[in-house]
């Protein structure tokens, strides 16, 4: 049960996405009472990359807020904190004078897998250390890339900042990251939950270039003056340090303690198990990350292939990712496919595995492709239970906008052989868990309160008959990963370091109203 005086106040939750912001308002009593989002777009200006403008994001900040001013008035004049999550892995670089230097690289840019290479060579225990193996998609390697690919840029580096943390030096002017963001840059420590040396060191990073870490429900800042005209709140308010999306979103569904345990499927993945110490399993393809409550870490098997595979094809065949879901749930049959876009994690650890259709005819329609699509991802989620397990799973809470799709949580559900429980307004669950370490940081919340789950709105579970039939079409899918990954290794030697690609060529990261987030 919620603490504290001021029932009547409000906190705001601000989600930084790779696909949208969101923003909620919500109180300890009555959960998320407002939201609004705004799209976002991924660049990818060459072979591996993608990138986004970081002045992009905070226009999308300014809309979202300017949504809910306009469309919640009462809860927006009652907003007491600000809590903050956003999509983890990404490098904001920054100069002496605090500007940007360059987009910043995402969580799923694979342009830095030669010094993947190099980090396991010169650090053999990397991955105990770290909590997971050398990846493409984190900070530590992505600068030594930059170092080679744009020495210019990189002489400019005087301060790296994950997504989230530069919205908070917007909103409060501090350099302040947490433990559950700062877990996911390969320079962290897991088990001590500070910066390492060594891995500094191995990956040419300055201490001064990294943020001040705080617990996430601390107050980083408080709202600054300028910030406050633009966003139309009250200059001062308290500003939570916040959480990597992942361990917000967790906050949000009370996935906190030993026994619990989400599964998150937006623009990525994951599924996620706490733990009450640091247990690393780098040769899985396992992330071992310190959590955004005190003295909890989590386990976790992440793609970086969501529901955005859904999105995409939904892209390609011009419709609504909606009515492609329908004519999807009415198809008897689907091709294979293969959904990785942009590489994938866990249990694969391949940056250069990318997608593909298998066993389609003149007779294939767009709902038969789309369910070879949904298809695909239950099979990724599979895959990457199967690495993570220790034994029975236990039931799973859904964040993430793909669990808006009945056909894919109950064809995960099947194969996983355990029982989902979608709860309402979880589409944004990043959103409401920092809305809530916010309350905690300003005595509306006890950290304890965190452990209070979402009442489940519908509950999947699992068909034997279903996951019988369905394992079958997975040994396929399976045989096809192996026949076709030697091929994509074989064309990632020849992808260049740096080089740019065809004009104006960008992925449009933007789901539509009825599609997933990320």
């Given at each position: ?18 696909s ?22 991924v660049q ?32 927006w ?19 002496a004078?605090?500007?940007v ?116 429900a ?114 008897r ?12 994690r ?83 669950g ?42 079958g ?39 539509t ?6």
């Amino acid at each position: 049960m919620a603490r504290g005086k001021g029932s009547g106040s409000m906190q705001l939750g601000l989600d930084l996405g790779t696909s949208a912001v969101k923003a909620v308002i919500a109180t300890p009593e009555r959960g998320v009472v407002a939201r609004a989002d705004a799209p976002l777009q991924v660049q990818t200006p060459g072979p591996y990359a993608c990138e986004q403008a970081p002045e992009d994001w905070w226009r999308a900040v300014r809309q979202v807020s300017a949504r809910l001013a306009r469309e919640a008035p009462e809860a927006w004049r009652a907003i007491s904190a600000i809590g903050l999550s956003g999509q983890m892995h990404g490098a904001v670089l920054l100069d002496a004078s605090g500007a940007v230097i360059r987009p910043a690289i995402l969580w799923n840019d694979g342009r830095a897998f030669r010094e993947c290479a190099t980090l396991a060579r010169d650090l053999p225990g990397i991955g105990a250390l770290a909590g997971v193996p050398p990846l493409p998609g984190f900070p530590a390697p992505k600068l030594m890339w930059l170092a080679e690919a744009e020495p210019a840029a990189h002489a400019r580096i005087a301060r790296m900042l994950m997504p989230k943390d530069w919205l908070g030096l917007r909103l409060h002017g501090q350099a302040v990251t947490d433990p559950s963001d700062a877990a996911g840059t390969l320079l962290f420590d897991q088990a001590r939950r500070d910066w390492s040396a060594p891995l500094m060191q191995a990956a040419g990073v300055a201490r001064d270039w990294l943020p001040r870490i705080l617990g996430s429900a601390e107050i980083a800042g408080r709202l600054r003056p300028d910030a406050a005209a633009e966003l139309g709140l009250p200059a001062g308010l308290p500003v939570a340090a916040g959480a990597g999306d992942t361990a917000a979103g967790a906050v949000g569904l009370g996935v906190v303690g030993r026994g619990d345990g989400m599964i998150s499927v937006g623009t990525s993945g994951q599924i996620l198990l706490p733990t009450r110490r640091f247990r690393p399993d780098p040769d899985r393809m396992i992330h071992a990350f310190a959590h955004a409550v005190p003295e909890m870490w989590y386990r976790m098997a992440a793609l970086l292939n969501g529901a955005r595979p859904m999105a995409w094809f939904a892209g390609v065949a011009g419709a609504r990712i909606g009515t492609l879901l329908d004519e999807a749930a009415a198809a008897r049959d689907a091709p294979l496919c293969l959904p990785y876009l942009t590489g994938e994690r866990t249990p694969h650890g391949d940056p250069h595995l990318r997608g593909a259709f298998w066993g389609m005819g003149y007779a294939t329609s767009r709902g038969e492709m789309m369910r070879g699509v949904v298809e695909a991802v239950a099979f990724s989620f599979a895959d990457a239970a199967e690495a993570l397990a220790e034994g029975p799973l236990p039931s799973l809470l859904a964040t993430g906008g793909g669990t808006r799709s009945d056909l894919l949580m109950q064809m995960i559900a099947d194969l996983l052989g355990v029982e989902i429980a979608r709860a309402d307004d979880m589409a944004s669950g990043p959103a409401y868990g920092a809305a809530r370490l916010a309350a905690v940081a300003v005595g509306r919340m006890t950290p304890g309160d965190l452990a209070a789950k979402p009442a489940a709105l519908h509950r999947f579970a699992p068909r034997a008959a279903v996951s019988r039939a369905l394992a079958g079409k997975l040994d396929r899918f399976r045989a096809l990963h192996a026949a076709l990954a030697p091929l994509a290794a074989e064309e990632g030697g020849r992808v260049p370091q740096s080089g740019a690609a065809p004009a104006g060529l960008h992925l449009a990261a933007a789901a539509t109203a009825e599609g997933p987030g990320g």
